[in-house]
């Protein structure tokens, strides 16, 4: 068979399936239309933006008494249980797409409203290698990416590294999280964060834990103003 009428085959296949088994809405589970992929466009917009995205790391309510590494912060959505199981179905029941429409929502954002011209690269948050093979994707990277095809600022998702396998942070405490991440994180070429201002990005910001570290081991790298992004604080 020649490899139009594979092609040719391949779209009826999906056609049929889309047929039988229309894609709904994993909100409201309306059907979707033809340009719309996982969440209609009507509960999109009703997912409520926080006022103000950016914040000073100093107004954030976590990491009490500890340093906090990074500058500010960026969030796009109020959290709710609706986003949430987004975020869920996105991580563990394997449909990386919804990380692309998280990620566009704040590409769109940050163009928008102007924020970051001045930002030099966008870092994601990296799996371990074993998580990564576990998952098959890293939601962050994709959000990282479809931010940066919108803004055009540079994704560098090779210069942080996960050094330690580390178990799910979900499953911790405050004093855990920070215990289960530290040292976790490694800077594998400290000439490309120097003197530049970073954005890292993750899913969700929790006890920002997570975020600190990272941002601890690309500011010891030189690196000069640093910036989580994520979906929503917790
Ligand atoms: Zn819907």
């Not at 926080?50 to 000073?56: D, M, Y």
């Not at 490694?186 to 990005?201: G, H, M, Q």
Request: glycine share 4%.
């Amino acid at each position: 068979m020649g490899r139009r009428l594979v092609r040719l085959a391949h779209s009826f296949f999906y056609a049929f399936i889309d047929f039988v088994y229309p894609p709904l809405c994993l909100v409201c589970y309306c059907r979707l239309e033809d340009d719309e992929r996982f969440v209609c466009e009507r509960c999109w917009t009703s997912f409520p933006l926080v006022e103000q995205p950016l914040l000073l790391a100093d107004q954030l309510d976590v990491l009490h008494n500890r340093k906090k590494y990074f500058d500010h912060s960026l969030v796009i959505f109020h959290y709710s249980e609706t986003i949430q199981n987004l975020i869920h179905l996105m991580k563990y029941k394997s449909l990386p797409g919804i990380a692309t429409l998280f990620g566009r929502a704040i590409g769109h954002l940050v163009q928008e409203r102007k924020i970051f011209y001045d930002l030099d690269m966008i870092i994601p948050v990296p799996l371990h290698s074993l998580r990564y093979r576990e998952r098959g994707f890293n939601q962050a990277t994709l959000i990282a990416r479809e931010i940066g095809r919108l803004t055009q600022i540079p994704v560098k998702d090779k210069v942080l590294k996960r050094i330690r396998y580390t178990r799910q942070q979900a499953k911790f405490n405050k004093e855990e999280r920070a215990e289960n991440v530290r040292n976790a994180f490694r800077v594998t070429d400290a000439s490309i964060v120097k003197e530049k201002n970073v954005a890292l990005v993750d899913d969700v910001l929790t006890t920002g834990s997570t975020m600190n570290e990272c941002a601890k081991v690309l500011r010891q790298c030189g690196a000069r103003q640093i910036t989580t992004i994520t979906i929503v604080r917790i």
